[in-house]
C-alpha cells in the first residue's frame, strides 16, 4: 500500500498556497506543509502590493480560505536553506516544491547604479510596504525631482507612492514611520521613463487611471514620445486594454500644466537611460538617449541625448529571483532551472522530488492568474511521478515540529497570523483605519506566538 503523500512548499505566497490547494484537491490523502522565512504568510500580497491598493489586497481572503484547509499547515518564520537545509528537509517530505517568489530588483547595468539616492524599486516598496527584513529608514528630504525608471506596474506603484501626500494615505495600513517620511518629503516632481513607446507599455488601465485620482497629483505626457509604428498600431488593433491605456495617455499628452496640484508626474516615452549622474558620491542628474520605432515594435537610439535634474533614481526594470542554498540556479534567467516545474540539474536531468512554481519557476511575469496555472502544471506533474518517488522516513508531523524545536527557532503558524491580524486591526480601529501594519518581526513573532 503506498502512503500518502507528504510535501512541504517553501514560500506562503499566492504561488505556495496554490500549489498547496491544488495538490489538496487534487490528492485527498495528501498533506502539505508550508514553510516561510516571514512569520505572516501571503508573501508579495502583504509585502510587495502598494498600501494604497485595498482592491488587491483581497486576494487574502481566498488565500486565508485554503490556509484553513485541515490538511494544509503553515510554518511560519522558518528560513529554508538557512534554518533548515533542503537535505534535512527532504527527511520529512516525500517531495518539496519551491515558490520563493521574486523580491529582489534586476540591475540596470549602466555607470551611477551605485550612487546614494540611487534605489532598486523593490527596496522602497519593501520600506512602505513596512518589509521587516529590508531598510526601515528613508529620506525624501533632499529630493525634489526623482526618476523612476520603467512604466511597468511597479513603476506606476513607485511613482504613485512618491507623488501622493502622506496624508492621502492615512487611511491605508502604513505605520506611523513611513506616514513621517512621506510627511516630510520635498518631492514636486517625479519623472517616469520608458525606452519603448506607449503601445509597448506594460501597465493595466487601471493601474494607469489610479495615477491620476490625487487632487494633489497631475500626471502629463511628454507628447514627443507619443510615436507609433506598425507593429505599434498592430498591437492596438488586436487590444482593446491596450487602446484604453493610450487613449488616456494621449489625453494626459495635451494637457497644460496646471498650478494647482502640488507635485506633477511626467511620462516619458523613447527615452533609454544611458548613465547616472553623480556627484560627491550622490545622483544629481539621469543622462538618456532618445530612441525611435524601427517598424517591428522595438527601438533604437538616435544619438540625441538629454541630462534631467533630477536628485534620486528608481530602478524598477523587473524583479530577481534568489539562489536557495545546495539547489542549482540559473543565473542566466535568475529562476530554479525546470522543465515544467520539475527542478533540473545544471546538466539538465531532472531532480527527483523537487519541484518549482511562480516566479522562480518561470520568472516574475503574469498576474494572479498566470500563477494558479502555473501551479496546477508543477503539481499535475509531482501527481505523475508521485508513484516512484521515495516516501520520506520521518513521516510524523511532530518529528519536524520537534526538529526545529531543537533549533531553538521561534515558529509561528496560522493560528498566530490569525492574532497577529486582529492585533493589526485592533491598531487600526482608534484612527479609522483597516489596520496598523507592524513592522518589526520581533513584534510580530511575539504577538503570533502569544498563546503558543
Known amino acids: 500500500m503506498t502512503l500518502p503523500l507528504r510535501i512541504a512548499v517553501v514560500g506562503a505566497g499566492p504561488a505556495g498556497i496554490y500549489a498547496a490547494d491544488i495538490l489538496t484537491s487534487k490528492d485527498p490523502e495528501s498533506r502539505v506543509d ?30 486565508h480560505r485554503v490556509l484553513e484547509n485541515e490538511r494544509i499547515r503553515f510554518i511560519g518564520n522558518v528560513h529554508i536553506g538557512v534554518d533548515l537545509k533542503v537535505d534535512e528537509l527532504r527527511q520529512f517530505y516525500d517531495a518539496v516544491i519551491f515558490a520563493t517568489g521574486a523580491e529582489r530588483d534586476r540591475s540596470l547595468q549602466i555607470p551611477g547604479e551605485d550612487l546614494s539616492r540611487s534605489h532598486g524599486a523593490a527596496e522602497f516598496v519593501s520600506f512602505y510596504d513596512s518589509h521587516p527584513d529590508r531598510e526601515q529608514t528613508w529620506d525624501l528630504t533632499e529630493t525634489r525631482s526623482v526618476a523612476v525608471i520603467g512604466v511597468g506596474n511597479v513603476g506606476l506603484d513607485v511613482a504613485r507612492m512618491l507623488a501622493r501626500t502622506a496624508d492621502e494615505l492615512l487611511y491605508t495600513d502604513i505605520p506611523p514611520h513611513v506616514y513621517e517620511v512621506l510627511a516630510n518629503s520635498a518631492v514636486t516632481d517625479v519623472h517616469m521613463f520608458a525606452r519603448r ?63 494647482g496640484p502640488q507635485r506633477r508626474i511626467h511620462i516619458h516615452f523613447l527615452e ?11 545622483v544629481v542628474g539621469l543622462r538618456t538617449e532618445r ?32 539562489a536557495i542554498e545546495d539547489l542549482p540556479f ?9 522543465d515544467g516545474g520539475r527542478v533540473l540539474d545544471l546538466d539538465g536531468n531532472p531532480l527527483p522530488g523537487l519541484y518549482a512554481t511562480g516566479w522562480v519557476k518561470r520568472g516574475p511575469v503574469g498576474l494572479i492568474g498566470h500563477t494558479k496555472s502555473d501551479a496546477a502544471e508543477t503539481v499535475a506533474n509531482l501527481l505523475v511521478d508521485a508513484p516512484d518517488l ?50 518589526s518581526r520581533a513584534e510580530m513573532t511575539e504577538v503570533a506566538s502569544a498563546s503558543r
Not at 272 to 282: H, K, L, V
Not at 309 to 322: F, I, L, P
Not at 331 to 338: A, D, I, Q, W
Not at 399 to 422: H, N, P
Request: no cysteine; hydrophobic share 35%; aromatic share 6%.
Open 291 to 322: 530612441q525611435e520605432l524601427v517598424g517591428d515594435g522595438t527601438v533604437r537610439g538616435t544619438g540625441e541625448f538629454s541630462d534631467w535634474d533630477v536628485q534620486a533614481v528608481y530602478r524598477a526594470v523587473g524583479y530577481r529571483s534568489e
Open 390 to 439: 521515495p516516501r520520506a522516513p520521518q513521516r510524523d508531523p511532530a518529528a519536524i515540529d520537534a526538529l526545529l524545536a531543537s533549533k531553538s527557532l521561534t515558529v509561528t503558524d496560522f493560528a498566530g497570523w490569525d492574532r497577529l491580524d486582529a492585533h493589526e486591526i485592533a491598531a487600526g480601529r482608534p484612527h479609522s483605519r483597516a489596520r496598523v501594519k507592524v513592522s
Open 330 to 338: 540559473d543565473t542566466r534567467r535568475l529562476v530554479l532551472p525546470n
Open 197 to 259: 513607446g506607449p503601445a509597448q507599455a506594460k501597465f493595466t488601465p487601471v493601474e494607469l487611471r489610479e495615477l491620476d485620482h490625487s487632487p494633489n497629483v497631475q500626471v502629463l505626457v511628454a507628447p514627443e514620445g507619443m510615436e507609433f509604428d506598425a507593429e505599434s498600431q498592430g498591437s492596438l488593433s488586436r487590444s482593446k486594454s491596450l487602446r484604453m491605456v493610450v487613449d488616456l495617455l494621449s489625453e494626459w499628452a495635451m494637457r497644460d500644466p496646471e498650478t
Open 272 to 282: 533609454r537611460p544611458t548613465e547616472i549622474r553623480g556627484e560627491n558620491g550622490a
Open 34 to 63: 508550508i514553510f516561510d522565512r516571514m512569520p505572516t504568510p501571503y508573501g508579495l500580497i502583504r509585502y510587495g502590493v502598494a498600501p494604497d491598493h485595498p482592491r488587491i489586497k483581497q486576494i487574502i481572503v481566498a488565500l
